[in-house]
């Protein structure tokens, strides 16, 4: 995913520049991204592109490919804990699964 998630932004950035939709001062704008998972298994895939690398000798490690992503992992929280949320990715979750909602809210 972490790769994906790389490719999804170096196309959105080439669009941008294409359309010429940079900033005032010709550079790009932050883009944050992220992975809503509330799929059924544990989450196992890496965040980072980095860690998809094996290690090489110190000199160039520091040039290896750096580029990750947030995760917001539904399965990470409790009913409760989601109940007690209020924001646009439990409203997310939600669509996802009414019924676990309406059975945690009573």
Known sequence: MALRMMVYVGLLY?????????????RLPLVLPIVLYNGGPR????TDVFHLIP???DLVEQFKTRFSYLLVDENAYTD????????LMVAVF?????ASQEASAS
Do not use: F, M, V, Y
């Open 14 to 26: 080439q669009a941008l520049i294409k359309q010429g939709q940079l900033l005032s001062d010709d």
């Open 43 to 46: 989450w196992t895939a890496g």
């Open 55 to 57: 290690p090489i000798p």
């Open 80 to 87: 409760s804990q989601l109940a007690s949320l209020k924001n």
């Open 94 to 98: 939600r669509i996802e699964h009414p």
